[in-house]
């Protein structure tokens, strides 16, 4: 056979395609028999019986579902998707073009608190980022200064083993902690400044000294700061992680009962990216930890001679959008303002700077967390019983 004869040929089978695609019709009956091949993971039913298919539309070969599920999780809405299309491509039309609307009805999933309370300590805080340079030490000072200006008791914990700023962002370099007698036991006294009582291992090591340390020491180091000191009465206390999820966040998680998380990020994909890292870790069965929302952090830059104008530097919106996706809230949106380093820098958080646009910015987050925080706590009570389980390797 020719090239030309060749060409022809493929042609008219391409236009009988054609012709039996726009002339065929699949039926609703048709779908309804491929999908009920189709039993969904911890369902007796398939997936017509148990009455999650909610509504079928058809365009000639054209699919389009709405599908009810229990399981938000991204795993799980994936195979449902899969499942779907592979159901009708299998057993009505090969070629069908299939649209899947998910439709998530989960019951709200009450979680556990973990691990043994710290006396007199009401809520605690895990304020952590995906990766570095974000701004998660800066946001975590001036959080725990807004919540002071509330009229809050507030603790802080640097447990950034390796970078701590604690000490330089609440100007007490150089500072040591006391010892204090509590009960017949010698335990460290946190220092204060501006209201917040503070402990870091920065003040057990020289500034300039680096702290090699592998996991376990790091992890015993947190303990001891949290746990070692004499806390007092506190209405929250914020635990500044290290960036990044490792033996730091686990060793966290599994030793003291938090109320939520939060994480920071900028509006950079970049950033977005190991910020839902960080999310997934919280929520990670084994895990299993609240996630209060996100922070975005270096959201906008405002010039001081155009104050109506706003430059998004590093992207815009993107951590909204992310809290959107993984439905949980967006706490602020924190701009780009120079005073800000400025102040940490200087040892005075920014919030410091009275009626300032900044400082209004810091403390309607802390006015969002504690809302957020108050919400949660209708739902769980931060005295409960401590669960431990085998997961992994790792007891919670």
Same mark, same amino acid.
């Given at each position: 056979?020719?090239?030309?004869?060749?060409?022809?040929?493929?042609?008219?089978?391409?236009?009988?395609?054609?012709?039996?695609?726009?002339?065929?019709?699949?039926?609703?009956?048709?779908?309804?028999?491929?999908?009920?091949?189709?039993?969904?993971?911890?369902?007796?039913?398939?997936?017509?019986?148990?009455?999650?298919?909610?509504?079928?539309?058809?365009?000639?070969?054209?699919?389009?579902?709405?599908?009810?599920?229990?399981?938000?999780?991204?795993?799980?809405?994936?195979?449902?998707?899969?499942?779907?299309?592979?159901?009708?491509?299998?057993?009505?039309?090969?070629?069908?073009a299939v649209k899947i609307n998910l439709i998530i009805n989960a019951p709200e999933k009450v979680t556990e608190i973990k691990?043994?309370?710290?006396?007199?300590?009401?809520?605690?805080?895990?304020?952590?980022?995906?990766?570095?340079?974000?701004?998660?030490?800066?946001?975590?000072?001036?959080?725990?200064?807004?919540?002071?200006?509330?009229?809050?008791?507030?603790?802080?914990?640097?447990?950034?083993?390796?970078?701590?700023?604690?000490?330089?962002?609440?100007?007490?370099?150089?500072?040591?902690?006391?010892?204090? &007698?509590?009960?017949?036991?010698?335990? *460290?006294?946190?220092? %204060? /400044?501006?209201? !917040?009582?503070? =402990?870091? $291992?920065?003040?057990?090591?020289?500034?300039?000294?680096?702290?090699?340390?592998?996991?376990?020491?790091?992890?015993?180091?947190?303990?001891?700061?949290?746990?070692?000191?004499?806390?007092?009465?506190?209405?929250?206390?914020?635990?500044?992680?290290?960036?990044?999820?490792?033996?730091?966040?686990?060793?966290?998680?599994q030793s003291i009962p938090l109320t939520g998380a939060i994480v920071v990020s900028t509006p950079q994909p970049i950033a977005?990216? &190991?910020?839902?890292?960080?999310?997934? *870790?919280?929520?990670? %069965? /084994?895990?299993? !930890?609240?996630? =209060?929302? $996100?922070?975005?952090?270096?959201?906008?830059?405002?010039?001081?001679?155009?104050?109506?104008?706003?430059?998004?530097?590093?992207?815009?919106?993107?951590?909204?959008?992310?809290?959107?996706?993984?439905?949980?809230?967006?706490?602020?949106?924190?701009?780009?303002?120079?005073?800000?380093?400025?102040?940490?820098?200087?040892?005075?958080?920014?919030?410091?700077?009275?009626?300032?646009?900044?400082?209004?910015?810091?403390?309607?987050?802390?006015?969002?967390?504690?809302?957020?925080?108050?919400?949660?706590?209708?739902?769980?009570?931060?005295?409960?019983?401590?669960?431990?389980?085998?997961?992994?390797?790792?007891s919670n």
């Open positions: 056979m020719g090239p030309i004869k060749r060409i022809a040929l493929i042609q008219s089978k391409k236009l009988i395609f054609a012709f039996l695609n726009f002339t065929m019709k699949l039926t609703k009956q048709q779908i309804e028999e491929a999908l009920s091949h189709i039993t969904l993971p911890n369902e007796e039913k398939n997936i017509v019986e148990s009455g999650a298919i909610k509504n079928i539309q058809i365009f000639g070969t054209d699919v389009e579902l709405d599908v009810e599920i229990k399981n938000p999780t991204l795993q799980y809405k994936k195979k449902v998707e899969v499942d779907c299309m592979k159901a009708v491509h299998d057993y009505a039309y090969e070629k069908s691990g043994n309370s710290i006396p007199n300590v009401k809520n605690i805080i895990a304020v952590s980022s995906g990766k570095g340079g974000v701004g998660k030490s800066t946001i975590a000072a001036n959080l725990a200064v807004g919540l002071i200006q509330l009229g809050n008791k507030v603790g802080v914990v640097d447990a950034d083993i390796y970078g701590p700023s604690m000490p330089m962002m609440f100007d007490l370099e150089g500072a040591v902690p006391q010892g204090i &007698d509590v009960d017949g036991k010698t335990k *460290m006294k946190p220092l %204060e /400044s501006y209201g !917040v009582k503070l =402990l870091s $291992i920065g003040f057990f090591a020289q500034s300039q000294q680096a702290v090699v340390w592998r996991g376990p020491m790091a992890s015993k180091a947190l303990n001891q700061l949290i746990w070692d000191a004499h806390w007092g009465e506190l209405d929250y206390l914020i635990i500044d992680l290290p960036p990044g999820t490792g033996d730091i966040h686990l060793s966290l998680v977005l990216a &190991d910020a839902r890292k960080g999310v997934n *870790m919280f929520q990670m %069965e /084994s895990i299993n !930890v609240p996630v =209060l929302g $996100i922070i975005e952090n270096m959201a906008y830059f405002t010039p001081e001679d155009m104050p109506n104008k706003k430059y998004y530097i590093f992207g815009k919106e993107g951590a909204k959008e992310l809290a959107e996706q993984l439905n949980i809230e967006l706490l602020a949106e924190i701009p780009i303002v120079q005073s800000v380093r400025e102040a940490a820098d200087a040892g005075r958080p920014a919030i410091l700077q009275i009626d300032s646009p900044i400082a209004k910015s810091f403390l309607t987050l802390a006015k969002n967390v504690v809302a957020v925080i108050d919400k949660r706590n209708t739902k769980i009570k931060p005295t409960q019983a401590v669960k431990t389980t085998h997961s992994r390797g790792c």
